[in-house]
């Protein structure tokens, strides 16, 4: 399985900024599906953005306009762009590694997000 060690939350207010980052233990350039998941308190996980191994990209409908996924493959690192944060933004976000053909089912350790309104 793949590591992946997530960075970059913190407490930011509403309107502001963060960008996140997931470097993982192995290449990410062979794996189909990076993605980030939210989990807010009370809530269940939830897949807010995802990308390819083709640079396709695709958002939760919550999130859309305002955050940015991209990967590196050279860096191992999958980054999350955070724009006009909103309260309901708040939440613990994970880092995912998927590719059912090579067995990676892979979760970061998670990294809290907070916004203050």
């Known amino acids: 399985q793949v590591q992946l060690v997530e960075s970059g939350g913190g407490l930011v207010q509403a309107g502001g900024s963060l960008r996140l980052s997931c470097v993982a233990s192995?290449?990410?350039?062979?794996?189909?599906?990076m993605g980030w998941y939210r989990q807010a308190p009370g809530k269940q996980r939830e897949l807010i953005a995802g990308i390819t191994g083709g640079d396709i990209t695709d958002y939760a409908d919550s999130v859309k306009g305002r955050f940015t996924i991209s990967r590196d493959n050279a860096k191992k690192t999958v980054t999350l762009q955070m724009n006009s944060l909103k309260p309901e933004d708040t939440g613990v976000y994970y880092c995912?590694?998927?590719?059912?053909?090579?067995?990676?089912?892979?979760w970061g350790q998670g990294t809290q997000v907070t916004v203050s309104s």
């Open positions: 995912h590694a998927n590719d059912p053909l090579l067995r990676i089912n892979s």
């Open positions: 192995i290449s990410i350039f062979g794996i189909n599906i």
